[in-house]
């Protein structure tokens, strides 16, 4: 039992460790799609708001200090080895003890409130998590870490479009969806969506999506073109930097339904995957 | 065109910004977001006194993370304007006239803007430790059971903002 609590803790510092560092340090691939941004952007109101982006990254890592206030409720995929001998309750505890600390040690901001509708309560933990479970193939665990901020949340949607509506259906919710939201969610954003299951695998899904590889299909393609063409541009200032990147997972639905999930994620994309091998967790 | 705004603020410097100019912040800054709105538009219709004066002023609409040592503030940058929208016509028309946020405002803000000659200047969303280094003091003046909502006073230099809405109604780019 001895050993299985050093273990735990060994764990736990891991994790804590991770999401101090995710809300100061953008994943490099982000971070160069920013700056790959900033040199196509030609509006000029567009790039005054991407220089301020840059000069924000580099003094995070300076100074220590989040990239922004809001530090995000934690939504974490953990993903299960089907060979794994790890029981789940362990998986749960090592989640909100770590993310617990994390918050507390580093300095996150308290932004989760206890009831949605009446109190309002701030729980002052930054906890509760929004955790979801999956089982994937090996013997690993796999932690996948959101730091959700709601200015971009909020314009997150979702739509169950006509079965018949095809590609144009698609393309023409996630626009919808995305003129609606304009300036508001600090673009340049990276949108994740899901299409299929039913409409709370969808919602899921859209947000699975900043896990996975984007893979460069003809629908990925068109809406990259057809967002950056809303011209809402960095800081929805105008110009042509509107998303930076666009994840999509589809999956087999009912014949009378198409779901259309949109996740929207703001320029400071901040996420983490944590692996532990069999035996670490 | 780069301005300069020093705050409290003076009506002609107010009136001298226009719509897409750069403007640089200075001075005193009050800080405010959704649930302080709120309690700001009741004490306006319940008759009660207000927790600072808003002639003059400007509210920024932010609630900053938590001070590590030996900084002022944590990540201080600006909130989604538009959930202020309902209660900002109601606050502009007693003389908070004058917004930092982010995003886009309903043509009732806009209208009351031009209406009592404010501004509604954005600041770069996302930009938290940016502008937590441009803060040299930080107070709490009213709510502090809010925790990071609560109504704070903080003083600023060289505070990068954009003109979104001129004192004339004018929008950058044409749309709310």
Known sequence: MERDRVISSKAEDRIAEALIRAIRVLPEDVESLIRRAAVAEHGQAGRLALGAILENIDEARRSGLPLCQDTGMFWCLASVGRESSVPLCRVEEAIIAGAGRAAAEGYYRKSVVEDPVYSRRNTGTNLPAVISYELADGSDVTLHFLFKGFGSENCSSLRMINPTAGEDGVSAAVLDMMMKAGGKPCPPVFLGIGIGGTMDRAAFLSKKAFFTEPEDSPLRRRLMDEVNGLGIGPGGLGGSQTVLDISIISEPTHIAGLPVALTVNCWADRKCSIVFKEGEL | ?176
Not at chain 2, 15 to 21: E, F, P, S
Not at chain 2, 30 to 43: P, S
Not at chain 2, 85 to 107: C, Q
């Open chain 2, 1 to 176: 065109m780069r301005r300069e705004l020093h705050l409290p603020y003076t009506q002609d410097e107010v009136d001298a910004i226009r719509a897409g100019d750069e403007v640089m912040l200075s001075g005193t800054l009050y800080v405010g977001r959704d649930q302080v709105h709120k309690r700001l538009a009741a004490a306006i219709e319940e008759g009660r006194p207000l927790p600072f004066p808003f002639a003059g002023n400007a509210i920024y609409y932010m609630g900053p993370s938590p001070a590590p040592p030996g900084s002022v503030l944590g990540a201080a940058g600006p909130t989604t304007s538009a959930r202020m929208d309902p209660f900002s016509p109601l606050l502009a028309g007693h003389g908070l006239k004058v917004m930092v946020g982010k995003g886009p405002r309903s043509a009732e803000v806009r209208e009351a803007i031009g209406r009592f000659h404010g501004l509604y200047l954005q600041a770069y969303g996302g930009c938290g430790a940016l502008y937590s280094a441009r803060i040299s003091s930080a107070e709490t003046v009213a709510y502090p059971e809010l925790g990071p909502e609560a109504l704070l006073r903080i003083s600023i230099h060289d505070f990068p903002v954009f003109c979104m809405i001129d004192s004339l109604g004018n929008v950058f780019g044409g749309k709310p």
